[in-house]
């Protein structure tokens, strides 16, 4: 089965529902998407994408993009409105070939600057013997969303883990437009089960934290900004006991930088698929497996960046990983080194790595380690980067990023429980 090619913007909207009318300029341009997709007529749609589109979407990269989606999907047979907030306008899209939210934007010339293809999902339940509740951050850019997880029965003071989401526009699920693995949901379930809260949330500009910030903005110390908010708010909540740091993938640096600036206010870190290099370092043996046009365009950005030079003419090969408006959030993640940052956290630490991680090695967890010989490593034998039960086979493996329904790996979750039952 070929991989479904998203169109996707840079800027990642929300998936949620909004109980408001559908604008008139809205069902015209949802109309157009849906006569000119089924017609095979990409340039049609692309002929009305507003500039700030067209920048971080080449048309030509689009047009293409859609020509693979139409023949892999097939016809668009109906738009269902779901919702509209501020400038984003949300549809169900039912394709021959499958279910997806159509997340539709337009500018005050109703032009098209935001459109964005979803895996469709019904409202997830939640397991009877836990309860959920919103919880909000305040920043300067906008509101971070989040849920707090609980036994529905809370006898004394219990445990909290902040549950910090890894790279892209991830949800506080574990959840993207190009995978639904419903990961984080599943670890908090498991943790509320064994009677520990948790607050997992949505990273800004994904999902319900969607704000006003543009994505030339973003800086890698914002998302260390809002993890620090989040422990803040878990210290001054005099249900928990203890605050326990979760990083999964990005997340694990995030958490860490977060554990150590927050000053005590954390009692626990743990690591999970965490990088044990910096991220030039990583992106640019990642890039190694592309064209050398590529990989050498790639290594030239990074070495302008680490003088503090932006590339504004960039290959459009290259827009999905160093198109301008992200240039500045690489330099700020390039930054740090996970070896040097876990040194100086001065809490019990607990690695986890899966040996069937297609993403992450298990020498980036055994360099942690050595950073930091204290921590405690654990090797998940047979488990992915998206923590299920995985073979090395890329196919075979990659298939489980889309299958929510998926427990998570047993050891990972009795390896979690067991750390934070330890602790003193």
Not at 129 to 145: A, C, F, H, N, R
Not at 170 to 192: F, Q
Not at 222 to 249: C, E, P, T, W
Not at 378 to 384: D, K, L, T, V, W
């Amino acid at each position: 089965m070929k991989k479904i090619c998203f169109f996707t913007l840079a800027i990642f909207f929300a998936a949620k529902l909004f109980a408001q009318a559908e604008p008139a300029k809205y069902m015209a341009a949802a109309g157009q998407f849906k006569k000119f997709y089924n017609a095979s007529l990409p340039d049609s749609i692309s002929a009305n994408f507003g500039p700030e589109f067209k920048a971080v979407l080449p048309v030509d990269k689009f047009n293409a993009s859609t020509k693979q989606l139409r023949a892999q999907l097939g016809t668009l047979l109906q738009t269902e409105f779901v919702g509209y907030d501020s400038s984003l306008a949300i549809y169900k899209a039912t394709f021959q070939n499958g279910v997806f939210l159509l997340n539709l934007s337009l500018n005050n010339k109703d032009q098209i600057n935001g459109l964005k293809l979803a895996p469709y999902q019904e409202v997830a339940k939640i397991d009877p013997s836990l309860t959920e509740s919103p919880v909000s951050l305040k920043t300067l850019s906008g509101t971070i969303y989040g849920t707090i997880t609980t036994p529905k029965t809370l006898n004394g003071k219990i445990a909290v883990v902040l549950i910090i989401a890894g790279s892209g526009p991830t949800d506080r699920n574990g959840n993207s437009p190009n995978l639904v693995t419903n990961d984080y949901k599943l670890i908090a379930e498991a943790l509320g089960k064994d009677g520990i809260a948790s607050l997992r949330y949505d990273k800004r500009m994904v999902g319900e934290s969607v704000g006003t910030e543009k994505e030339e903005s973003l800086r890698f110390d914002d998302y260390v900004d809002d993890a620090i908010g989040m422990i803040n708010l878990l210290k001054d909540d005099k249900r928990f006991s203890k605050v326990i740091v979760l990083g999964h993938s990005e997340g694990s640096l995030v958490g860490m930088l977060a554990s150590i600036a927050s000053e005590g206010g954390t009692d626990a870190f743990i690591s999970v698929a965490g990088a044990g290099r910096r991220a030039d370092d990583i992106l640019t043996e990642q890039m190694k497996s592309q064209p050398a046009y590529m990989s050498e365009g790639f290594k030239k950005i990074l070495d302008s960046l680490a003088v503090g030079k932006v590339q504004k003419k960039v290959d459009p090969s290259l827009y999905f990983i160093a198109r301008p408006s992200i240039q500045n959030y690489l330099r700020s993640w390039c930054k740090f080194d996970p070896q040097q940052e876990i040194k100086k956290l001065r809490v019990p630490i607990l690695i986890i790595q899966g040996n069937t991680d297609l993403q992450v090695p298990v020498t980036d967890a055994e360099k942690l380690k050595k950073a930091k010989s204290a921590a405690t490593l654990a090797i998940i034998h047979g488990m992915n980067h998206v923590l299920k039960e995985a073979p090395v086979d890329k196919d075979k493996n990659m298939a489980t990023y889309n299958q929510p329904d998926l427990p998570l790996k047993p050891e990972f979750v009795s390896c979690v429980l067991d750390f934070i039952h330890g602790l003193k």
